[in-house]
């Protein structure tokens, strides 16, 4: 089975059901194990504080746990940092992080992110 990550955003539609923006991605998800950095449930918790979205980050990343089988992945932070450093591309934190995570797994991260998708081969459109 293949290894994705998921990109901040995928995590909101999926969580919230959102069909059509997860439409071109779906069989991709659906045969794959599904994963997110833990830096993703600190930005979904920033999203709720800012009120983006309507949960706290765990919430969300619990129900998924349980709905989806989401995992939360386990690389150890300075493997990801040091994966981090060559990211210069961009100065969003959670951003160069998340894709830092995904490239040191050798998972492809799915994400409607026009800048990732222009610097990252391993990245999928959704």
Same mark, same amino acid.
């Given at each position: 089975?293949?290894? *994705?990550?998921?990109?901040?955003?995928?995590?909101? =539609?999926? =969580?919230?059901?959102?069909?059509?923006?997860? /439409?071109? !991605?779906?069989?991709?998800?659906?045969?794959?194990? #599904?994963?997110?950095?833990? !830096? @993703?449930?600190?930005?979904?918790? &920033? #999203? &709720?504080?800012?009120?983006?979205? @309507?949960?706290?980050?765990?919430? !969300? !990343?619990?129900?998924?746990?349980?709905?989806?089988?989401?995992?939360?992945? %386990?690389?150890?932070? %300075?493997?990801?940092?040091?994966?981090?450093?060559? *990211?210069?591309?961009? /100065?969003?934190? &959670?951003?160069?992080?998340?894709? %830092?995570?995904? $490239?040191?797994?050798?998972? $492809?991260?799915?994400?409607?992110?026009?800048?990732?998708?222009?610097?990252?081969?391993?990245?999928? =459109?959704?």
């Amino acid at each position: 089975m293949t290894l *994705l990550h998921l990109d901040s955003h995928v995590v909101v =539609w999926l =969580w919230a059901g959102d069909a059509t923006r997860l /439409r071109p !991605v779906w069989r991709l998800l659906r045969r794959s194990q #599904l994963a997110i950095s833990p !830096v @993703t449930m600190l930005e979904l918790q &920033f #999203l &709720f504080e800012i009120g983006r979205i @309507t949960a706290p980050g765990m919430d !969300v !990343v619990r129900e998924l746990v349980r709905d989806v089988g989401l995992q939360v992945a %386990a690389t150890p932070l %300075a493997r990801i940092v040091d994966e981090s450093i060559a *990211l210069n591309w961009t /100065r969003d934190p &959670f951003d160069r992080l998340i894709v %830092a995570h995904a $490239k040191a797994e050798g998972a $492809k991260l799915v994400t409607r992110d026009r800048g990732i998708l222009d610097h990252c081969s391993w990245a999928q =459109w959704a």
